[in-house]
């Protein structure tokens, strides 16, 4: 016979205990979830403000900010003399007038060709190096993407844009080389170590570097030996078609000369070379 205590105050069963292993993967499975909701969100707000460029070699993918701009300096348009009397395509020294127009303040480097291309032309350790021995061609894709990119409108200097900033535009002092007559003072060449990374020089009068020497710079022009003859005294743009393009600055090549490196000194070449580069411009 049952006791009655026990049939009217029946025990209480013990609930099993529960596994502790399993309440900590648990736990372990929710703040995984969590984390990976916060970071699902984070990296979509990323992808939603990137760019996607396709370029021949490479898909660079740039979030705002990323792609390396030039430092522009805007130029005072105004009224100078072009040309020089030591090489006849110099003659005559002619009379210009430009509107206002913006130029980079340093030469295109290894590392802002990267940026836009998806990569670098050769091996390069010198990052801030001016970009050389692209052809003009080249450059000119470049800007394409770069404008695709930014949203500007960046192109090469014309080669009285050109000349008037090397001069210092309404700043200028009539110096022999770009911002002093002391040519070691603002330009790589041969004599004193070549190319070198750019913005290490003085600057002239309205902060450019490296417009004389270091590499010689693209124009947008045509060339013509006698164009300074039949020139058009307002914002000139060069002849209609030609053989070569012309170059600017001078540079910092094996057996380069001070005198080439000249603000009023101009030549023409076929395809870029290991001593051609180039800086941009734009009209605002």
């Keep these: 016979m049952k006791n009655k205590e026990n049939i009217y105050n029946p025990e209480v069963q013990e609930t099993p205990a529960k596994n502790p292993t399993l309440k900590y993967i648990l736990i372990a499975v929710l703040l995984i979830t969590a984390a990976g909701t916060r970071w699902w969100q984070g990296n979509s707000k990323i992808s939603g403000n990137a760019t996607v460029v396709n370029s021949d070699s490479a898909t660079t993918t740039s979030a705002t900010g990323n792609i390396i701009e030039p430092d522009m300096v805007t130029v005072q348009g105004g009224r100078f003399a072009m040309g020089g009397n030591e090489n006849n395509n ?41 970009v050389n021995a692209r052809g003009w061609d080249e450059v000119q894709t470049f800007i394409k993407k770069l404008n695709t990119l930014s949203g500007k409108n960046y192109r090469l200097p014309t080669e009285a844009e050109w000349e008037y900033a090397a001069r210092g535009g309404t700043k200028s002092k009539k110096f022999e080389y770009a911002g002093s007559n002391d040519i070691n003072a603002v330009a790589w060449i041969s004599v004193n170590g070549g190319i070198h990374p750019v913005g290490q020089k003085e600057a002239n009068e309205l902060g450019l570097h490296d417009m004389s020497g270091n590499l010689s710079e693209w124009c947008n022009d045509w060339y013509d030996e006698n164009y300074y003859g039949k ?43 290991g001593s051609t580069g180039f800086r941009l411009a734009s009209s605002r």
Aim: aromatic fraction near 8%.
């Design 90 to 130: 110099e003659k005559p020294i002619h009379n210009v007038t430009l509107s206002n127009f913006k130029i980079a303040k340093y030469e295109t480097t290894y590392s802002q060709w990267q940026k836009v291309m998806g990569s670098i032309p050769g091996h390069k350790d010198c990052m801030d190096c001016p």
């Design 231 to 273: 020139s058009p005294e307002n914002d000139p743009k060069g002849p209609a078609t030609g053989p070569h393009r012309v170059v600017r600055g001078g540079n910092g090549s094996s057996g380069s000369e001070p005198a080439i490196c000249r603000v009023a000194y101009r030549v023409h070449v076929l395809w870029g070379t």
